[in-house]
């Protein structure tokens, strides 16, 4: 893939990525990542909750069990 941009674009990716001392390419990758996750469907969060619960049952027990 190729991308395009104007010239004042470019001059901006530019500046952008000297400042955080970072490649242009790593920029653009960045704001790309940003921007696909922004734009992503919402997940209920039951779905999330079930998807996540076995990787995190042992803390989720533990927290169960806690008291003051």
């Not at 996540?52 to 806690?66: I, K, T």
């Amino acid at each position: 893939m190729t991308l395009r941009l104007s010239a004042a674009q470019s001059e901006a990716l530019r500046r952008r990525a000297q400042a955080e001392g970072a490649s242009m390419q790593d920029v653009a990758r960045r704001a790309v990542e940003a921007y696909i996750r922004a734009h992503e469907p919402e997940v209920p969060l039951a779905v999330l909750i079930d998807q996540e619960l076995d990787r995190y049952a042992g803390a989720v027990g533990r927290l169960g069990r806690w008291q003051d």
